[in-house]
């Protein structure tokens, strides 16, 4: 191949210029490129360190608030809980239950939902501890020493929320109904409901369907012999009264209490089978437990003393679980317009904390020759009961 002399000479004049252009911008390029370089770890370096930093500082914050979110869910979040009112039946075994169907709270809105989260923000201010302390001493969960198991509308949720105040309590919010309808989840699922306890705490929690319920003594025996089991109990003609209240401020389109009541109220025949009518009836529910449990590991819980006298009674408790006195009348605060007293500090002027809206309902007015029969029909009932609990709770 020829070249052409112009051609030949435009490229022997233009190849050196080109090739020095090149070399220099590559120079500049790879010091552009280094310095660029140095700028980006410097910097880089920098923000990693203090994110590094504050993640760290945020996980120890983070899971110190998944600690006290998860006590808090193993109170709340159980999928069938029963929110008893203040003072205020259970529910039946083998009974005609029909108007007490809706003990779930997903069928009941989130008016109690609020209440209980309510309650254990009141609990925590109360217990007062850091969660950095309890870790660092040692929390564990522990299956409860002592249960409320019972009754309905009797006020196991004040004394409930009375102990709680106890330092030495550590206590479920919600019902977990273990024994009566998830004993086949397991004791490890039951334990991972309880909150963290200190040692020397007691674990507890309350289901008041426990006292009725036909298989709930040996189970709970069977978890452990020594368990201390607290009954609260109320004249039964109220309580029965105090349960339609409730069903009634849910259902408002069902019969009449003195329809429910009776099988045949021409002849006066009461219907057992009503839970209501069946709750009360004490003494045949209490043949249950004794059989295996001694007397002396149960203690029943005046009801009507919980309101007249809650200081008085938290002291026949407080001694039963084996604590000190740490619940006094300075704790209470009667609330005139409820009608049951309120809980609040010993020290300073905050207000006092009273159970939801939803306690210490109005009862409907009763024909008081349903009130009278249904007082003779309880009668020999609570004969039986005083006698075998020895103390006379002036129902008659």
């Known amino acids: 191949m020829e070249y052409s002399p112009i051609y030949q000479n435009l490229h022997v004049v233009s190849t050196s210029p080109v090739k020095n252009k090149l070399f220099v911008f590559c120079i500049m390029l790879s010091l552009w490129v280094y310095m660029i370089y140095c700028c980006v770890g410097y910097c880089s370096t920098m923000p990693r360190m203090m994110v590094s930093s504050a993640n760290s500082k945020h996980s120890q ?6 600690r006290t ?18 003072f205020d039946p259970l529910f039946g075994i083998s009974s005609r239950d029909l108007l007490n169907n809706d003990n779930d709270l997903e069928n009941r809105g989130g008016e109690d939902w609020d209440e209980i989260k309510s309650e254990q923000r009141t609990l925590d201010d109360n217990v007062g501890s850091s969660p950095f302390n309890e870790s660092a001493q040692g929390e564990s969960k522990k299956l409860p020493q002592a249960i409320i198991i019972g009754v309905k509308k009797g006020g196991t949720r004040a004394l409930l929320e009375f102990l709680r105040v106890h330092p030495d309590i550590r206590a479920v919010g919600a019902e977990p109904h273990f024994f009566d309808r998830n004993y086949d989840k ?6 991972d409901l309880m909150p963290e306890t200190l040692e020397g705490q007691i674990t507890m929690e309350k289901t008041p369907s426990y006292y009725i319920t036909k298989d709930v003594p040996a189970r709970i025996h069977t978890m452990s012999s020594d368990t201390r089991l607290l009954v609260v109990v109320r004249d039964p003609v109220t309580r029965a009264i105090s349960d339609y209240t409730q069903t009634r401020s849910k259902k408002t389109d069902i019969p009449s209490f003195e329809s429910l009541a009776f099988k045949n109220r021409t002849m006066g025949l009461i219907d057992t089978t009503w839970s209501a009518v069946q709750i009360g009836m004490y003494a045949k529910h209490l043949e249950r437990w004794l059989q295996y449990f001694p007397k002396d590991q149960l203690l029943f819980v005046s009801g009507e003393r919980l309101i007249s006298d809650p200081a008085g009674e938290m002291a026949r408790v407080q001694d039963f679980l084996g ?20 809980l609040k500090r010993p020290e300073g002027n905050s207000k006092p904390h009273c159970l939801g809206k939803t306690k210490g309902r109005t009862h409907p007015n ?31």
């Open 69 to 86: 979110e998860h006590r808090l869910q193993n109170e709340v979040n159980i999928e069938s809980e029963t929110q008893e009112d203040l």
């Open 186 to 191: 397991g004791l490890e699922w039951y334990r």
């Open 323 to 342: 604590l000190r006195r740490a619940v006094t009348h300075k704790h209470f605060h009667f609330n005139l317009a409820k009608g049951f007293p309120c």
């Open 366 to 396: 009763i024909d008081p020759e349903v009130v009278q029969r249904l007082r003779e029909f309880y009668q020999p009932f609570n004969r039986k009961f005083y006698q075998m609990t020895g103390h006379d709770f002036g129902w008659d």
């Open 61 to 66: 914050h983070v899971d110190v608030d998944n």
